[in-house]
DNA sequence: GATACGATTTGGATCGTTACAAAAATCGAG
DNA sequence: CTCGATTTTTGTAACGATCCAAATCGTATC
């Protein structure tokens, strides 16, 4: 165990060649005899030798990792992202480098600044809750790329930067929804959870509110209500929606985790979601198809995403100059339990 | 964006001072002049300078990098887990490489090969199902510390290996759950979902076992059902349960997505949970609070034993010589809606 | 003003690998 | 056999940091 590391002096000696044989051995270069790429090969294994692919990274003036920062883990939606993309990076044999922020910028700035020490290939970044734009580009310096995703922090320059970006297609996933809720014959439609001042949260926002005014339904303010993005919150928000006079029949949640809590919510206010009062969601966590009712919601495949986000990380390591990207992937609704006709008190 | 990285001949040569001046300031030597130090800390602010941790590593032959490798990122019991490593690593200023392996042994080979090769000081392994510990062995070699996490391969030598190995006190686990049960007039239990082949599978139902032989209830063989340990596979199952003379009035499941897929599957066959049958599940996720009825459970805090993890690896990267340890976290019992009295057709 | 001693600074070798240019080995043709 | 053209192989200098021994700098002491 306390026995030094192999490398590839030891086993140059082992077989009487030189480091730089067994190095094109190693990698398989075509310019090595077939007997002496055998005999390395066997040493190789006699010793059990390891390839040092940190020493390779430095002498090559190249990485072999990306990172991948992520504000919420435990939300099965970036895992589930997370998950794919360590599944594209390690197809291209690239490594990942996890960090987690937990929607604190202090500890996203420490993340950042240890992960880069590391040499990156690139960055994808899934900013933290208030993150800004101007503040990141100080800490991550204009050499790594970068691609952003779900959430666009203010001040980012993208004009002149060359950060990519992607992001679900907010707009029209709440518009459909919406228009879903107005084809049941729902007016009286809320707008449920999130902050307000996050982007996704006012993109999802202006699809609700343009799809309203396409139908021409005036938006009652008292039927805008925000809460934390998680399940407890969206509970405890609940009552909100029924203090006013014209109370709400339908609600297009801010994402599944609200939408599952505004419906423990309603059965806490003798309401039935799926019976008497219409529910929406927006991600397709697994648990939504299993919930009861299951959740009418929107699906965004966070797997594919994170697939996605990896290939256009890789793209943009090969070409470096090129301009900052813009990407909106589609989401499609999904139709469940949890939407119904109206029904008024 | 083309320039080369700065290193610490540029900053030397920027002040007019050496290299190794440059690097004494760089680890925050005391055998700096205060002045040299900050004339050092200027340029290095001037020229954007990140430190390069890979080169250091090499010289010093450390590494400050813990692989974890994991089977399933998208169960929230993971993910979880994965964040509670992560915080502890980063707050020891070490980075965390990941590696998803989606229950499959032979992408966990290639996941293995592949970050060994960055030398990480240690692994933290959830191994994928039918893991063989001999193989593990072969592939990652003696010269690197292992924590095992959850699943206890077969063919392991422990006795003879340095590695660690966590896991969660799942016989006392299903052991307090099946007592639950009891204590509530129960007679006829299952056990419900997951394989027998696995260790933790098998060990939760001998700690069901021991609480019924110890009760002296005699199990019928048509009370021991296997699954997939997911939700749609325990759905499917179901019926298995109802098909014997003596059909169960409750059952201890695997864990919590067994139990609320039963949950589910209980529903289409019009029997009601926590009604008029009783579903105990192992993990308490999320989810298990707030499901319909809430589910009485196992606690295991996740995050907590990912922190734990990630302290126990980095122990033994400093001992490295010292008898591999076997720990098992304590579980508790959270009762909730889904267990009650027993009901009979 | 020479000496000594602690405080700073620095050249140069080194970690494990690869790039490059040049050397050595091999081979077929004349 | 010799010669030129291929194949193969190899010495050596990097990559960016750190270690170590030795050099340099003050400045207090006699």
């Known amino acids: ?91 291209r ?46 800490i991550i310096g204009a050499h790594t790329p970068v691609l952003v995703f779900n959430r666009e922090p203010p001040h980012a320059d993208w004009a002149h930067s060359h950060w990519d970006y992607l992001a679900l297609d907010n707009r029209r996933g709440a518009r459909l929804a919406t228009e879903h809720l107005l084809a049941l014959g729902h007016r009286r439609i809320a707008f449920f959870g999130g902050h307000a001042s996050s982007s996704s949260c006012s993109e999802r926002r202006e699809g609700y509110a343009g799809a309203m005014v396409h139908a021409g339904v005036e938006i009652d303010a008292a039927w805008l209500v925000e809460s934390a993005p998680t399940r407890l919150a969206a509970a405890q928000e609940t009552a909100a929606l029924f203090a006013c006079d014209r109370a709400p029949t339908a609600a297009v949640c801010y994402n599944d985790a609200v939408a599952l809590g505004l419906m423990l919510g309603l059965a806490a206010h003798g309401r039935r979601p799926g019976r008497d009062f219409a529910v929406t969601g927006f991600d397709d966590i697994p648990e939504a198809a299993v919930s009861m009712p299951p959740l009418t919601t929107l699906a965004t495949d966070p797997r594919a995403r994170g697939r996605q986000a990896a290939e256009r990380i890789l793209a943009r390591v090969l070409a470096p100059e090129a301009d900052g990207t813009r990407c909106v992937a589609p989401v499609h609704l999904v139709a469940r339990g949890s939407t119904c006709p109206p029904v008024y008190d």
Chains 1, 2 share one sequence.
């Open 93 to 138: 044999h690239y490594v990942t480098l996890l960090g987690s922020t937990n929607e604190s910028t202090e500890r996203q700035r420490q993340v950042l600044a240890s992960l880069i020490e590391h040499a990156p290939a690139g960055i994808i970044l899934s900013p933290a809750e208030y993150s800004d734009g101007e503040r990141l580009h100080a």
């Open 1 to 91: 165990m306390t026995r030094h590391r192999v490398t590839i002096a030891d086993i140059a000696r082992g077989c009487g060649v030189s480091t730089a044989t067994v190095s094109l051995v190693l990698r398989g270069s075509p310019l090595t005899a077939t007997a002496t790429r055998k005999k390395v090969e066997a040493e190789i294994r006699r010793q059990g030798y390891v390839y040092n692919r940190a020493a390779a990274n430095l002498r090559q003036r190249t990485s072999s990792s990306v990172a991948l920062v992520i504000n919420d883990l435990s939300n099965p939606y970036f895992a589930e992202f997370a998950a794919g993309v360590d599944e594209t990076l390690g197809s």
